[in-house]
């Protein structure tokens, strides 16, 4: 049952976050922050952030007695879950797997994390930052389905990953209100035995990435093949929902 395990919330730096300023504490266990997002509400309990974060943007002294999470903590989970090139290389996915790893949420819940990008406007909360996903990456080809399978291996831990944003998302997850997630949030259907044939998949090309670096050049790999398998996880939530 989603309400006898920890529902976290994951807030990444788009521009909706801010909406989450004022939501009751009570509606979460844990509050993991990303990057700049520690700045949108002072209650945060984890900060996930990458190697190259400037030190000038992290919290202030007095907040590091919370748990601050860098490459050494989360390249492990990810690779736990499929290493970079699968899972995505996006702050987002990242803080999930790490979640996944290390907290077994019953429900994780995102807000700020669409990776959706005006043209014109501000960016993230705090006006215009770098676009990160919208770079040429081989682990960025199709942010869909890396949420597709985000949401599919988190159901075979019997979490369900919500999306609380209301606009347009990269995000493929169920959409969900903040202060209905304890108790009325179930995962999807997870066929486990595709699930894992997928993984066996992912794992016969052998793309690992121990230190969290990858060739970022597609003659490394095998498009096609991981188009198919982006196209299975796709397929497998479509009909697991």
Not at 17 to 33: E, K, L, M, Q, Y
Not at 149 to 171: F, W
Request: a neutral charge; hydrophobic letters at 45%.
């Amino acid at each position: 049952m989603t309400d006898r395990r920890p529902v976290v919330l994951i807030l990444g730096s788009g521009p909706n976050v801010t909406v989450a300023t004022d939501w009751p504490a009570s509606w979460f266990d844990r509050i993991v922050v990303m990057n700049n997002a520690w700045r949108v509400r002072p209650d945060w309990d984890v900060l996930v952030y990458p190697e190259d974060f400037p030190g000038r943007k992290m919290p202030p002294a007095e907040c590091w007695d919370r748990q601050l999470i860098g490459a050494a903590a989360f390249v492990p989970a990810q690779n736990l879950y499929g290493g970079f090139v699968h899972a995505g290389a996006t702050m987002a996915f990242t803080t999930a797997y790490w979640a996944l790893a290390a907290l077994d949420p019953g429900v994780l819940a995102f807000m700020g994390c669409d990776m959706v990008y005006p043209v014109t406007g501000d960016t993230h909360f705090y006006g215009k930052g770098k676009a990160d996903p919208l770079r040429k990456d081989i682990s960025l080809r199709d942010l869909g389905a890396k949420s597709a399978r985000l949401a599919m291996i988190a159901a075979a831990q019997h979490c369900a990953c919500v999306n609380l944003s209301t606009g347009e998302s990269s995000l493929v997850f169920e959409r969900a209100r903040p202060e209905r997630l304890r108790g009325g949030i179930a995962p999807v259907q997870v066929n486990r035995g595709k699930v894992a044939a997928l993984r066996e998949r992912e794992a016969a090309l052998g793309y690992e990435t121990p230190t969290g670096r990858y060739r970022n050049d597609v003659a490394a790999y095998d498009m096609g093949e991981l188009e198919q398998i982006d196209a299975g996880w796709r397929a497998l939530l479509i009909e697991s929902s």
